[in-house]
């Protein structure tokens, strides 16, 4: 690496560390005020604002999407366009055990450390803030309209129970299952009624059979919603709800329709009527840019974080950034502010979102983040090699 350039990342890693204030104010306001999807108004303001007073032209309700932005810098000479993800939005009950208070204050902190540090950057730095990822696919909709068509990479930084720069994700999807049976008197004319009790547990029990010969790659998981009014009553309505997840798009759309065919058995041994509605968007799988990753790798051993030994696969969940994968050389690596056992969306992991260790997590993350995107504006011979792994 030439000097000029280790300079100019020290000089980056430097300007983290004396932003740090602002970092930690961002995580903590954004964690003492949870908002779920597409409601992230504070969450928008804040860090949008922040972004606006530190140089970077805001563009907000970016999709239409009331908490949807883009904030960006302009480089002084050609060269690509990086986009920086924030994520903002919290869950229901326990807030931001998902670590999204963490995502935006690294990745606001990341884009004007750059920006500071290095005045003079080719290129474009964009920090695009992605409402909804928790169910709600701000993502998804965000690449529909437009958002990423000019843009040549993306990256941001998520909080775990593991350091990993390259992981993979499933892609998921949400089916709703409605059996419709026939009312009778359980006792008096049992011989009259069509159970749909009956047709959701049979499908219940067909799903899990499925399961012995599903690939090690997939997940399929679900709960009964309604199940009948009294014991007394024939029930004439149940409902399922099933995550189907798959690692690999072809077998993730041949398991929806096995589960599917699952529930039409049922509901044809049973004589009832079935309905099959999918609910909100389908996340796609991720596939994580490794030359992206071989970089972060190389920044993250300059910095002395240490990654963990994990395989790509193990421990992984879903997310829209999986549809930005499909569209754009996407890294989403991930880093521990707690122990293994202090999981994502749980309340151990909402204590290590503001913890001594996972502020020690972020600053580093936010430095090596902010120090990839260097490298993607600056080493032309490595966006080539980014570009040719996607199209492969």
Excluded: W
């Excluded at 903590?28 to 140089?55: D, H, I, M, Q, W």
């Excluded at 169910?135 to 990256?155: E, H, L, P, R, T």
């Excluded at 899990?208 to 399929?220: F, G, N, P, T």
């Excluded at 051993?301 to 950034?321: K, P, Q």
């Amino acid at each position: 690496m030439a000097k000029n350039a280790m300079e100019i990342k020290n000089s980056i890693a430097n300007e983290v560390d004396r932003l740090l204030p602002d970092m930690r104010q961002i995580n903590r306001e954004l964690f003492e005020n949870p908002e779920l999807c597409y409601e992230e108004v504070f969450a928008t303001e804040l860090t949008s604002g922040y972004l606006e007073k530190n140089g970077y032209s805001v563009t907000l309700k970016t999709s239409k999407l009331k908490t949807a932005f883009t904030a960006v810098s302009r480089g002084r000479r050609k060269g690509p366009n990086i986009a920086i993800i924030a994520e903002y939005d919290a869950l229901p009950e326990i807030g931001h055990a998902c670590g999204h208070s963490m995502i935006a204050a690294s990745s606001c902190i990341a884009a004007v450390a750059l920006k500071n540090a290095f005045r003079g950057h080719p290129g474009t730095i964009t920090v695009i803030g992605t409402p909804a990822e928790e169910g709600g696919g701000g993502k998804i909709k965000m690449i529909k309209s437009g958002v990423f068509n000019d843009v040549d990479a993306a990256i941001m930084v998520h909080p775990s129970n593991k350091t990993r720069v390259v992981a993979r994700m499933y892609a998921i999807t949400d089916i709703e299952f409605t059996f419709t049976g026939k009312a009778a008197h359980a006792a008096a004319f049992p011989d009259r009624g069509v159970n749909a009790l009956d047709a959701g547990v049979l499908f219940y029990n067909a799903v899990s059979c499925l399961r012995q010969q599903m690939k090690d790659e997939a997940r399929v998981h679900g709960i009964f919603t309604h199940g009948g009014e009294a014991p007394n009553i024939i029930p004439e309505k149940a409902v399922l709800r099933f995550y189907i997840r798959a690692l690999h798009v072809d077998y993730f759309e041949e398991l929806k329709e096995k589960v599917i065919n699952a529930a039409r058995g049922a509901a044809k041994s049973t004589g009832c009527k079935l309905k099959v509605a999918t609910k909100g968007l389908t996340y796609l799988p991720l596939y994580p840019n490794r030359v992206m990753g071989e970089a972060f790798r190389e920044n993250i051993a300059t910095l002395g974080i240490t990654e963990g030994n994990f395989s790509e696969t193990e421990e992984i969940g879903s997310s829209d950034i999986g549809n930005l994968s499909q569209v754009v050389p996407t890294l989403h690596p991930e880093y521990a502010i707690g122990g293994p056992h202090e999981v994502n969306h749980s309340r151990d992991f909402l204590k290590a979102v503001m913890s001594e260790k996972g502020e020690k997590g972020m600053i580093g993350m936010t430095k090596a983040m902010a120090m990839t995107v260097y490298d993607l504006l600056t080493d032309a011979k490595l966006m080539v090699r980014v570009k040719k792994s996607f199209a492969d």
